[in-house]
């Protein structure tokens, strides 16, 4: 791999070895993926940060290099980690906050911003052909697929290195010869009434090259819960949406057309609700969407309590600050409020009997890792459910 003389220096340690371990990390993930040289970046987003996932080993990897007091070289933003940092959740155990604010601190002190959230771009948009350094497999997709930005779906140590040195190896996405969408997929307009994830985990599950999805008019929140799923399910990174992906971003070479009908979908839609049994209606994977936010104000006017098991929304806690008068309405009707958080890498106070969800991503890994049984719906049923 070909370095700049200061990225030599860096390697040498002329800059300390926390720079050089962190630089190595890259060069070596990248020679052994192809790569000829490295890339700078200008934003990188830190997964892999929850204690309950990382453990002791993690957080000490992360304490070594924060007792050698290193800066970020770039803006750097935090996943969300194992605690419900508003205290009120009912639903999330913090039985691991003394461990998590250790990490935090690691993190914080490095210069990492502590949004302590999966959707980073709402704190700072990419702009498109822009280079980052992105863990968090759900952001990594809508910064290619909605801002045409170009990162990699890294793990969090390389995401950490890209950091700390400010560099990431160019291949892969970064690359616009990689970026070729190859398989066209039409939603049916019949799909419109079910959430927009369960195309998603279809996509995810069967499709292995780039594709191009053409869908008519959605919310925000639905392309977000599209993308999630896809990534959730399968190993997608990129998926090129026709009229919203930046022209510039991308290329096609589509050699096969696939058209999605309701009875593709029926598998995905999990477990319905029975008469009897606890429900945990769940909202905020990836992280509520302020527009989700006004939908639920909206549909819980007209409801008091929950007549069935808890409806959990977890939330950045920038976006709850912004949103207070929401969110101080949602906990008038006992809306369990998360902030920073998320329940795929958390403990959880109790298990319910089945988890009802809008979206894929949970879906997918609240029964993989929980072993929840689990539906999709749509905001509207899964209120009714809990309420109604």
């Not at 969407?289 to 929304?313: A, M």
Request: aromatic letters at 10%.
């Amino acid at each position: 791999m070909y370095l700049t003389p200061f990225q030599e220096k860096m390697l040498k340690g002329e800059f300390g070895w926390v720079y050089a371990k962190a630089l190595e990390i890259i060069v070596r993930v990248g020679e052994a993926l192809g790569s000829d040289r490295l890339v700078e970046i200008t934003h990188a987003h830190v997964s892999g940060v929850s204690y309950s996932n990382i453990g002791e080993p993690g957080l000490e990897f992360l304490r070594d290099f924060y007792r050698e007091k290193p800066r970020f070289r770039v803006y750097t933003t935090i996943n969300p980690g194992c605690v419900d940092y508003g205290m009120l959740s009912q639903v999330i155990d913090n039985k691991y906050f003394s461990k998590q604010a250790l990490i935090d601190e690691a993190l914080v002190g490095m210069g990492g911003r502590p949004v302590f959230t999966c959707i980073p771009y709402y704190h700072r948009p990419p702009m498109p052909g822009e280079h980052l350094a992105w863990g968090e497999s759900s952001a990594v997709i809508f910064a290619n697929s909605y801002f045409g930005a170009r990162t990699n779906r890294e793990g969090g140590p390389l995401a950490l290195a890209s950091a700390l040195t400010g560099f990431t190896y160019y291949h892969g996405f970064h690359d616009l010869e990689n970026r070729v969408a190859k398989v066209l997929v039409k939603i049916s307009p019949l799909i419109d009434n079910k959430p927009l994830s369960l195309a998603g985990l279809w996509i995810g599950e069967n499709l292995r090259d780039v594709p191009m999805v053409k869908i008519r008019e959605k919310p925000l929140y639905e392309v977000k819960a599209l993308l999630a799923a896809m990534a959730a399910s399968g190993s997608h990174a990129l998926a090129v949406l026709d009229g919203i992906t930046p022209k510039e971003t991308y290329k096609t070479d589509i050699q096969e057309t696939i058209a999605l009908e309701p009875g593709d979908l029926e598998k995905y839609l999990g477990e319905s609700p029975g008469p009897g049994g606890s429900v945990l209606g769940y909202v905020g994977c990836p992280h509520t969407h302020p527009e989700e936010l006004i939908i639920l104000r909206r549909l819980l006017k007209k409801y008091k309590e929950p007549r069935r098991g808890r409806l959990l929304i977890t939330i950045p806690p920038e976006l709850a600050s912004t949103y207070s008068h929401i969110v101080r309405f949602l906990l008038s009707r006992r809306v369990d409020i998360a902030l920073g958080t998320c329940p795929v890498v958390s403990v959880l106070k109790k298990k319910y009997d089945l988890m009802l969800t809008n979206s894929g991503k949970a879906y997918f890994y609240m029964r993989k890792i929980h072993g929840f049984k689990a539906g999709i719906a749509g905001l509207k049923e899964i209120v009714e459910t809990i309420y109604a």
